[in-house]
């Protein structure tokens, strides 16, 4: 055969391989992702063209992947049948980066290695992350449809880290398609075991639709060791649910699903099945869970989203999908216009990304929405699970506050029982005639919220107060000043914000404080320090006395004075 010659890499692809081998040794697995996507992505344009030209088959279309490892050559064989590469394709795809968003992507690198390999690893750096467990890497392919002759080596070895060219030679190939080979490092040689990859397989590649072959392997009783038989098994599932129809999907299928990406044994309690298009497209399949995950509570909770992007799996993570106060979601994005790879622009990835992650939002919360609206007792469910999760939206989410607030749950003095089913749009429509603002108290029982004297003159009016007994509710009614217009009124504050008296009320509260001037007086001498001024009132129907708080006072505060006072 002819000598292969040497060329060089293109100055960013040098400077690439050093960042992998310098950044990404933290997270070396994902190699094997990258390297399962592409030849997946390879078969997938083989499919594309022999449709309209069936010859490129060359008699062979059942298309795969094959895994393969050798303990004693330190080797992993990363094999596919799919379209393979000419020698200008090899030259031009591995010794170059030819996307535009390159230069901008290292000058969006910080320098810091540990924050760099954090925002390139959640993408992948593509065919390069080879160099990350390999320190040599050989591919041999041959496109389809050209002759066996036309086969191409491709082959490139590290020189301490770093590489300034690789070599290329011709190769009789029969079989068309590429394998990747690479000399894993020392450091890197635990990736040699069948349990290993299978395990790398099923995270990353779980859903990638060729099916992905191990050699089959049994048990030598008498050698007491693991002994191929010769055939191959698949090891992924090969099946994305959410990239089927809608229609064809089973609600046991859906349930099974809802299981493996949850790890939950129960079923869920709703999910949604979608197809986003518009600017950018993704398929979403969420399910809201039937109770809590054991970390609800955590501050960094584990569990999210998972993002994939063409079926192959990129990161779990339950911040960058979906804002915190939805973090019960479980399920899958799978976005059909995001790099896998660092060569296009990060910026544009993130803007993507936080795109989607609006879309998202808004399809969770039009879930609960018809949730609510369509199954009230499994709102209820959820509601009564995660509602107080929910209400940290009002304070985080600024622009779906409206959105969140209408799927709050309250029990009310108008409501039965002590299940939360009274919403806003519900006090809104019970609301008296000339009354313009919506009351709550929050106490920290349904038991002490009942007895308040704060409800007195409200019962008496018959105006319909929430009552409001999560700690959280403190917190969030900060946020929510307004609902429909309407203002949100705490009923411990001062007279002035109640607008329920009438005018002969009024008088007689004025009168009230002009007659018993002088005990108000001595009163306020006694609670010195206490409380800021002793009114009368006509709020009060049965107490002979309550605290207020002052216009622009918290509630919070005043919640202390009554615990201190021993309420
Ligand atoms: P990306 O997959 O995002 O394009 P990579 O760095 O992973 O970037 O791969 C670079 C290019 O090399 C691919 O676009 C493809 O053209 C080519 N390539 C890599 N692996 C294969 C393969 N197994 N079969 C055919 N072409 C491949
Ligand atoms: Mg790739």
Known sequence: QPAGKTLPFQAEVQELLHLV????????????????????????????????????????????????YDKAAGTITVRDNGIGMSETEVIENLGTIARSGTKAFFRNLSGDA??????????????????????????????????????????????????????????TRAERGTEVILHLKEEARDFLSRWRLTELIHKYSEHILWPILMPKEEWDKEKGEYRRT?????????????????????????????????????????????????????????????????????????HGVKLYVKRVFIMEDAERLLPHYLRFVRGVVDAAD???????????????????????????????????????????????????????????????REKIAALLRFVSTASEGDEPTVSLDDYLARMKEGQTKIYYLTADSLAAARHSPHLELFKKKGIEVLLLTDRIDEWWTGYLTEYQGKPLVSVTRGADEIEALDDAEKTAVESAAKTHDATLKRLEEALKGKVKAVRPSARLTESPACLVVEEGGMTLHLKRILEAAGQ
């Open 21 to 68: 081998v310098h950044s990404l040794y933290s997270n070396p697995e994902i190699f094997l992702r990258e390297l399962i996507s592409n030849a997946s992505d390879a078969n997938d344009k083989l499919r594309f063209e022999a449709a309209t030209n069936p010859e490129l088959y060359e008699g062979s279309g059942e298309l795969k992947i094959w895994v393969d």
């Open 338 to 400: 995001l790099p896998l790879n660092v060569s296009r622009e990060m910026l544009q990835e993130a803007k993507a990304l936080d795109a989607i992650r609006g879309g998202i939002t808004k399809r969770v919360l039009g879930l609960l929405e018809q949730l609510a609206k369509n199954e009230p007792e499994k709102y209820a469910t959820f509601w009564k699970t995660f509602g107080r999760v929910l209400k940290e939206g009002i304070g985080e989410d600024h622009a779906n």
């Open 114 to 171: 540990q924050k760099d390999s954090l925002l390139i690893g959640q993408f992948g750096v593509g065919f390069y992350s080879a160099f990350i467990v390999a320190d040599s890497v050989t591919v041999r392919t041959r496109k389809a449809g050209l002759p066996p002759e036309s086969g191409v080596e491709w082959r490139c070895t590290l020189s301490g880290d770093e590489a300034s060219a690789y070599t290329v030679a011709p190769l």
């Open 230 to 302: 010769g055939e191959w098994e698949q090891v992924n599932q090969g099946t994305a649910l959410w990239a089927r129809a809608k229609s064809e999907i089973t609600d046991e299928e859906y349930r099974n699903f809802y299981r493996h990406v949850a790890h939950d044994f129960d079923e869920p309690l709703a999910w949604l099945h979608a197809k986003v298009e518009g600017k950018h497209e993704y398929t979403l399949l969420l399910y809201l869970p039937k109770h809590a995950p054991f970390d609800l509570w955590d501050p960094k909770p584990s």
